[in-house]
């Protein structure tokens, strides 16, 4: 199932994020939220990579929009489980959303499993791929990086992933199911509608041969809910 949604949003690119043109939309769609300077961002990758287990080239675990729009250099993809997070749209956004009617956006909450696609990034290029990716899922402050450890067809590996910030404001919690299928089915924001985020992910986890049942039936109650707003 698919529907397709107007394009009449902005697009996150390498060059928005890299440019800090995101970082000012999204201040501009939530002016009281604090966000990150790009000293603390580059402490912070600095501090996850002095904790990395390995040495050699760095993995990135993605749950969400990473998978269908990465954004960043890498030479290798995998698909891959995580045991003890699952996704959930946990998290209120106002770039995918407003100040009325803020979006969800997905995140790792604690407990049960996750498949997603695991990317290897060069070691030589590692900090820099990481400032795009910091400069994307970092600004606010509402995840967590994490090392997980990630099960894949050729082996396990440790990869970063970006858990829930359960203190932050815009930690959402378990959400009633109907609350959330109004919230996807009817937000849009700066970046496009909720919706689109969410059928996105769900293709390209079908696409990749992971299927995630919860996600699918979401999907299945997002788009009836909107074809019977637009009847």
């Known amino acids: 199932m698919s529907r397709a949604i107007p394009p009449n949003s902005l697009t996150l690119t390498r060059e928005g994020i890299l440019s800090d ?6 201040q501009a769609a939530d002016p009281d939220v604090k966000l990150s300077t790009p000293e603390e961002r580059s402490a912070s990758i600095r501090a996850m990579l002095a904790k990395r287990p390995d040495s050699g080239d760095v993995w990135l675990f993605a749950y969400g929009s990473l998978i269908w729009n990465p954004l960043i250099h890498f030479v290798e993809k995998r698909t891959g489980q995580v045991r003890g997070y699952h996704r959930r749209f946990c998290l209120w956004t106002r770039a995918r959303g407003t100040v009325e009617q803020p979006g969800l956006v997905l995140a790792l909450e604690r407990g049960g499993c996750c498949h997603g696609v695991a990317f290897r990034i060069a070691e030589d290029s590692a900090s ?10 970092m600004l606010t402050g509402a995840y967590a990086p994490r090392w997980l450890q990630v099960k894949t067809a050729e082996g396990p590996l440790k990869a970063i992933g970006f858990v829930v910030n359960r203190t932050h404001r815009a930690y959402a919690g378990k959400l009633p199911d109907e609350h959330v299928i109004a919230t996807i089915a009817g937000a849009r924001g ?24 919860r996600l699918s039936q979401l999907r299945h109650h997002v788009a009836a809910k909107m074809d019977k707003s637009d009847a």
């Open 128 to 137: 820099h791929e990481l400032e795009v990716i910091w400069g994307r899922e």
């Open 190 to 213: 700066p970046l496009g509608a909720c919706a689109t985020y969410l059928f996105n992910t769900v293709a390209r986890l079908e696409e990749l041969g992971v299927r995630d049942h």
């Open 21 to 26: 043109s995101i970082r000012a939309l999204v």
